[in-house]
């Protein structure tokens, strides 16, 4: 089974630019997760989604952070305009059901803003 | 509001040695625990769970504890190998996964 698949792994932008990371989770999961890892912290949930639709963004900051799941299989995460506390590791997991089936996670994308 | 909480940041146990990693949550909702281990550059993995109905779950090496009545769990690795060097996560679930903030275990060979 062939995991979760994330890129780019790495990314340096300067704050106020713009940058999008993707994913593609494990094919038929239906929920798919992005979280935040800032370092020394564990992860944080930024958006659900359930297929297509968005089960959970309440802690996404939705005035610079977007995010979709257009045909209900991959999904983008933008940040527009990036901001130093930005810097973090951004994980997508997948999980074949929502509840308590384990999430599988990709490598994650290391994004730093200087 | 932190949900989850490893109050250890690091723990170093000898090769062969029990490695005993702790948990404390707060949300008596949680219906499931789990612990994710996690590599550097890699994404966590899952490891070991255990519903909120049960005080203990064995795989292998591993076993979780879980004493409601405390909001305490942990996680007993025995033996203790070198390749068991990595952050462990603390994970309750509800409504959405709840992570503590990890605890990086280093097995001294």
């Known amino acids: 089974e062939a995991g979760v698949a994330q890129s780019p792994r790495y990314k340096i932008i300067e704050k106020r630019q713009s940058v999008a990371f993707w994913c593609n989770p494990i094919?038929?999961?239906?929920?798919l997760y992005w979280y935040q890892q800032i370092l020394g912290q564990g992860p944080k949930l930024l958006i659900q989604f359930q297929n297509n639709g968005v089960v959970d963004d309440s802690q996404l900051p939705k005035d610079r952070f977007s995010a979709e799941r257009l045909k209900g299989v991959d999904s983008t995460l933008k940040i527009q305009p990036a901001k130093l506390e930005d810097s973090a590791v951004y994980l997508c997991a997948s999980s074949l059901e929502q509840g308590n089936s384990p999430l599988h996670f990709g490598n994650g994308t290391r994004l730093t803003v200087t | 509001d932190q949900q989850v909480k490893q109050n250890s940041p690091s723990l170093s146990v000898q090769e062969g040695r029990i490695s005993i990693l702790n948990c404390d949550y707060t949300n008596s909702m949680f219906d499931y625990f789990l612990w994710y281990k996690k590599y550097p550059a890699e994404g966590p993995t899952f490891l070991i769970s255990?519903?909120?109905?049960?005080d203990k779950n064995e795989d292998g090496r591993f076993t979780v504890f879980l004493n409601k009545s405390a909001k305490h769990l942990s996680l007993h690795i025995v033996p203790s190998q070198p390749g068991d060097s990595a952050v462990y996560f603390c994970v309750g679930t509800g409504n959405q996964f709840y992570f503590g903030t990890g605890t990086s275990l280093t097995v001294i060979p």
């Open positions: 255990i519903s909120s109905i049960k």
């Open positions: 094919s038929g999961h239906a929920t």
